[in-house]
Each structure stands twice: as structure tokens, then as C-alpha cells.
């Protein structure tokens, strides 16, 4: 079974503060995606990264794919309390679309 | 147009009762897919939709009754359900049969069955 954990489950942070959420498999992905999901609405997707060891930014966010397209990790720079929610990490696996564990965010002003 | 819309947004029911949920996107996305999620917890796939054809089933119960009438449209027919059933339901759809470049997501109907 291929499977998607992360990094931390919960993370309570202060405004201004830096973190990294990482996303592990023992499984290559051809791609990882990452989303973002606020309370009642449906996850928003931020990023697809492809090729191992690739680094793409997106504002104050940075995503980073694995040398060995194993994993991914998404760093926050000087978080805001609108980078609350839960962030996913998701790719195609052998069989369908597979979601990581999860990591909820909570920037407090 | 880059959206997947929902409706309804909020859905309460009786467990007698039949509803449904609808879903629309005009992206010419090929496939189309119904997720469950609990709270606090990731989405779980229900059923894939590739080219207007049911490809998967992800062992749902038959309570729930997936249609697709054409390929912008998606539905889940819902009839006798429990209270263990309420959840955010969400429509997703993505260029061909695979998520190489990820979903585009729905915003969910809040269901909540009494």
C-alpha cells in the first residue's frame, strides 16, 4: 500500500515565525501536489512539482521535490495568520490518487 | 472558467429522505471524481468518472448513486442514509484519468444527516 505521511500533524505557530511541513513515502511518485484547505471549503491545490530535486516558490512559500521524487517538503516564510489550514500533500499512485496524513496549521496574530 | 461548482453548499436530511448533490465544472476535464471527508481527516475517494463512464468504485455503499449525464455534469444521488454519512462531500476533476497535474476541487456541500 502506498502511503503519503506528514510531517508535523498539528503546528501551532506565532506570526512572523518560519516552518517546513514535510511529506515522506517509501513509494516513487511521478508527481506531488500540494494543497491548502480552510474549514468548509474544498482543498486548493498550490503546487505540482515533477522532477527530482526541484524547488519552485510561490510568494513566501517554497516546495521542494525529493532527489528521488520519495518526497517533499513546503517551507513558510514569516507565516501570517492567513496561512492557516491544512495542508496536503497528494500524487498519483499506482492505483488512484492518494492523500497524505495531513498537516494543520495555525498562525496565531 | 477554472472552477468546480457545488450545490448545495449546506444539505440537512432525514434519513428517509432522497436528495442530491450536483456538480458542474466547464474546464473540459475528463474525469470527475465524488471524495468524503471527515473532519480533520484527508478526503477519501467514492467514485471516478473517466470519459462519462463509471471506472471506479471504491466499495461505497448503495446509498449512494453516482451519475454523470455528460462531461461537465456530475451527480450523487442520495437515499436512506445514516447519521454516520454526514461530511463534506467533495467534487473534483482533472485533465485526463490521472492526477499528474492535480485536482481542481469543488468547495464542498456540507452534509449533515438527522
Known amino acids: 500500500t502506498q502511503l503519503l505521511e506528514q510531517s508535523p500533524q498539528f503546528l501551532s505557530i506565532q506570526e512572523g515565525e518560519n516552518l517546513t511541513v514535510y511529506c515522506n513515502s517509501s513509494?516513487?511518485?511521478?508527481?506531488l501536489q500540494w494543497y491548502r484547505q480552510e474549514p468548509g471549503e474544498g482543498p486548493v491545490l498550490l503546487v505540482t512539482?515533477?522532477?527530482?530535486?526541484e524547488v519552485k516558490k510561490l510568494k513566501r512559500l517554497t516546495f521542494q521535490f525529493g532527489d528521488a521524487r520519495k518526497d517533499s517538503s513546503l517551507h513558510i516564510t514569516a507565516a501570517q495568520p492567513g496561512d492557516t489550514g491544512l495542508y496536503l500533500c497528494a500524487g498519483e499512485g499506482t492505483y488512484k490518487y492518494i492523500f497524505g496524513t495531513g498537516t494543520r496549521l495555525k498562525v496565531l496574530a | 472558467d477554472t472552477e468546480v461548482t457545488q450545490t448545495p453548499k449546506h444539505l440537512v436530511m432525514g434519513m428517509t429522505n432522497k436528495k442530491s448533490l450536483k456538480c458542474e465544472q466547464h474546464?473540459?476535464?475528463?474525469?470527475m471524481y465524488w471524495y468524503k471527508q471527515k473532519a480533520k481527516k484527508p478526503p477519501e475517494l467514492m467514485f471516478v468518472y473517466s470519459y462519462e463512464k463509471l471506472s471506479i468504485n471504491e466499495s461505497v455503499p448503495s446509498r449512494f448513486s453516482p451519475e454523470c449525464p455528460n462531461s461537465s455534469l456530475l451527480n450523487l444521488h442520495l437515499h436512506a442514509l445514516q447519521p454516520e454519512d454526514s461530511a463534506l462531500y467533495l467534487c473534483?476533476?482533472?485533465?485526463?484519468?490521472?492526477?499528474?497535474?492535480?485536482?481542481?476541487f469543488g468547495s464542498g456541500t456540507r452534509l449533515t444527516v438527522v
Open positions: 513509494s516513487v511518485f511521478s508527481s
Open positions: 473534483a476533476s482533472s485533465q485526463g484519468g490521472r492526477g499528474f497535474y492535480g485536482y481542481t
Open positions: 512539482v515533477v522532477t527530482g530535486g
Open positions: 474546464m473540459g476535464h475528463r474525469a
